[in-house]
């Protein structure tokens, strides 16, 4: 069935270091992608999206490119800081499907 | 553009008692608005979708005597939790997906309502 595979957290960095957030997925058709991004005790911010193969979403310098080949789509940032802390998550859309959430990724960014 | 709110933020409850939860779609026209649960350090769990004009549509294992949607207007859906128990004690968050244009398919998600039911 449709699902999305995200990296367990935590996820703990450094300040300025580079940032990868692994997902993958599992759908039918051709999805749309997304990276939402809560920050705590708030809801969730879409934070990018792509909707066709090779798409790069890119915002406050993540970025992430629809990989129809590997069905995956992995964030990254090159150099991320102390307000990046938050929870990421994954998630897809096909059709007029609602959101398919991976489990999301906890970050901690340490100055 | 593409705001949603939801109103109260944070509601705490004695047992028993009903609350209602309030999302809106604040520049945009919202076809089908959904409703999620998050319990804390988890992801969100999808309850029901909504659709304008007619029945929700509940996901397994939600009861929908307990968790009344309804979905009244483009920018307005509620849901109420009846008889709340502290089990139902959650973060609840509504997300509204823009059908202006027929490709797009992002859900825009409300700040979240805090229920703490005593």
């Known amino acids: 069935g449709n699902s999305v595979t995200q990296m367990e957290g935590p996820v703990t960095l450094s300040e300025e270091a580079f940032l990868t957030i692994n997902c993958t997925y599992t759908?039918?058709?051709?999805?749309?992608l997304f990276w939402y991004v809560q920050y705590p005790g708030e809801g969730l911010q879409l934070l990018l999206k792509a909707t066709k193969a090779d798409d790069k979403g890119s915002n406050k310098g993540f970025e992430a490119t629809y990989r129809k080949e590997t069905t995956s789509f992995h964030l990254e940032k090159g150099s991320v800081q102390v307000s990046d802390s938050a929870v990421y998550f994954c998630?897809?859309?096909?059709?007029?499907?609602?959101?398919?959430f991976g489990k999301g990724t906890r970050l901690s960014v340490i100055a | 553009g593409a705001v949603v709110s939801q109103h109260p933020s944070r509601v705490i409850c004695k047992s028993g008692t009903s609350v209602k939860i309030e999302c809106r779609s604040l520049d945009f026209q919202a076809t089908t608005m959904f409703w999620y649960r998050q319990f804390p350090k988890k992801s969100l769990m999808l309850m029901a979708t909504s659709n304008e004009g007619s029945k929700a549509t509940y996901e397994q294992g939600v009861e929908k005597d307990k968790f009344l949607i309804n979905h009244a207007s483009l920018t307005l859906s509620t849901l109420t939790v009846t008889s709340a128990h502290p089990e139902d004690s959650s973060f609840y968050i509504c997300?509204?997906?823009?059908?202006?244009?027929?490709?797009?398919?992002?859900?825009?998600f409300g700040p979240g309502t805090r229920l703490l039911v005593l």
């Open positions: 759908a039918t058709g051709y999805p749309s």
């Open positions: 998630a897809f859309s096909s059709g007029n499907t609602p959101l398919v």
């Open positions: 997300s509204a997906r823009d059908q202006s244009t027929s490709s797009e398919k992002t859900q825009y």
